[in-house]
């Protein structure tokens, strides 16, 4: 990662770790609940999404301290949905340690979930410095959360439906993708704009920015999924197949395939006993139709119209660090 | 149960389902996800949290349709939480209809509830009159909406937690049924009466009768898993033994129990393997320790003062509804 940008990131997850510190306190009980409640957030995670918020804020010439408690419940919801996640597609691993239902069990992780959740809102309706902050703009905030996390939850079935679905058509996997992974870039940087005081245009420019770049990102998701290093990406490569997930690369190589090629891809898509070698010939299958560098040259695309939108804003270091990290999501590791 | 109550409790489900109805429209989708939302709604449920919500507003003088969007969103949290819970024990039957995750698997159940979590705010956020409700209200009523919301989680995961804990303490359990039973009631009595303009006073008395109503509640709820008529009540009879629920009768029990019985009782709690007959037998240890007789005589007394702080109020039809649900609490039978 570019050093600019590391020091960046570094820098935001300093802050947002500290005030995870001090919400999340000794005193809370149960132990079990909350411990299984913070264990991703404990165990890294890029903070990306609280990123998003502050230097949105930034760029619309706002105070960062201010947008902070957003920045944090923001990150909450994200490993909300982790939690709930790992449990639906029956992951052991995430940032290379074991996952919460792996180690509370369903029932906990169910609830960790839950409680997370419900202490996003919890954040931001405590931590917000009600004097440099109108009630109205809350709400406003509070709007965009619920919004979008509607919209994660209806992406998240998507994806869950498509894996039983034959044909999954790349409309249908840019709406899905659109809600499961933009949604909640779009809520960082429009939260972030908004309690910035951001200018309505302003607004729109940063949201068309996150839609594109969460676009971006998941493409590179499915991508690593594939092709990454099982130790650097911290959760086994290939799974999305035993899975069945619908990927860009799949959907291109089903659409491309000869009836040979389609029904070995059909026979190891959701099928959980897929073997090491049934994965390797469909990767392949993959790469022989040129699957794996459609999805990377569409994700390109997709980032030089996500930077065009950052780009009527004046050339500071912030806007900078948000042109960065979107040239980050393309060349990542994990 | 009571005709003044049914015809109350029968006006309150008509509003509360059309609102409902119009928030869940044709045009949502995914299809799967939105009606594995409101599935165990639409089967049925006696909307006690919507009357509270209603009458408690209606009790300090407020006016009923300006609280219908909180009513609504509190029958959201509490289905939220039903979908979850029966993920969480198992559980097939609810409402005499299937549950959510066996009519739709888990993923899509998990996500169901968490989607019907978000609705509860954006009810609240979208159909709120902002000109009959102040923006600062309006923060309030989402702040105790939060923090019931994480009491819930809490008593859930104590609820989870004390299924494989050998000695619960009868405070432990009030502790537990506190969070996971009455902390929604006092948010549905507590919203309804800040949405209608109640003094500090009359907020604090409704919340101490919601809370000693909801212990009621469950104490009884308890009592009827274990001698309740399954056809009426729409699940089976007996299952807290077998999930190794901690409930005031088993508390009773193994604190009164000899030897024999203690170990007897320990054998089946908790044992999903447990017959019919060794269920039947640790009812009849119940039975011959008066545990039962103990829950309901203690039920009575809770009930006695839930009451109590009822009676400050005027006279009215009103306090007359919330006082016959509280009496309803006892002789329910599901």
């Known amino acids: ?24 306190t000794q005193e809370n009980t149960p132990k079990e609940l909350y411990n299984a409640s913070r264990h991703l957030m404990e165990a890294g995670g890029k903070r990306l999404r609280p990123f998003l918020v502050l ?11 201010v947008a902070l408690p957003i920045a944090v419940a923001i990150e909450f919801i994200h490993n ?10 029956n992951d052991d691993k995430r940032r290379k340690v074991q996952t919460v239902h792996v180690l509370w069990g369903i029932p906990i992780a169910i609830t960790a979930g839950d409680m997370l959740f ?35 939850c209806e992406g998240q079935a998507l994806d869950i439906l498509y894996e039983h679905k034959q044909d999954v058509s790349e409309k249908e996997y840019f709406n899905m993708i659109g809600k499961k992974t933009s949604a909640l870039l779009q809520l960082a940087v429009k939260s972030g704009a908004i309690i910035g005081g951001g200018r309505r245009s302003q607004i729109k420019k940063l949201d068309k920015f996150a839609y594109y770049a969460g676009l971006v990102f998941q493409i590179m998701d499915d991508v690593l999924g594939l092709t990454g290093d099982e130790k650097v990406l911290g959760k086994p490569i290939g799974s999305d197949i ?10 291109h190589a089903l659409a491309h395939a000869n009836n040979n090629q389609r029904k070995r891809i059909l026979s190891g898509l959701g099928n959980k006993k897929a073997s090491l070698r049934e994965i390797e010939e469909i990767k392949q299958i993959f790469r022989s139709l040129k699957s794996i560098d459609y999805a990377i040259t ?10 065009n939108h950052l780009l009527s804003f004046p050339p500071t270091p912030t806007r900078e660090a948000l042109l960065k990290i979107c040239e980050y999501f393309i060349m990542r590791e994990y």
Do not use: P, W
């Not at 035993?242 to 959907?251: A, D, P, V």
């Open 80 to 89: 909300f949905t982790l939690i709930h996640d790992d449990i639906i597609d």
């Open 1 to 24: 990662m570019n050093e600019f940008l590391l020091k960046q990131l570094n820098d935001v997850t300093q802050k947002v770790n500290l005030t995870i510190n001090q919400i999340f």
């Open 118 to 152: 419900a202490k996003a809102y919890e954040v931001v309706l405590y931590n917000i410095d009600c004097k440099k902050v109108t009630s109205k703009r809350l709400l406003k905030i509070l709007d965009e959360i619920t919004k979008a996390t509607i919209l994660v």
């Open 242 to 251: 035993q899975k069945g997930k619908r990927t860009l690369i799949t959907i």
């Open 55 to 65: 230097k949105s804020c930034e760029i619309v010439g706002g105070e960062i301290e």
């Open 298 to 307: 569409k994700a390109k695309m997709l980032q030089k119209r996500a930077i």
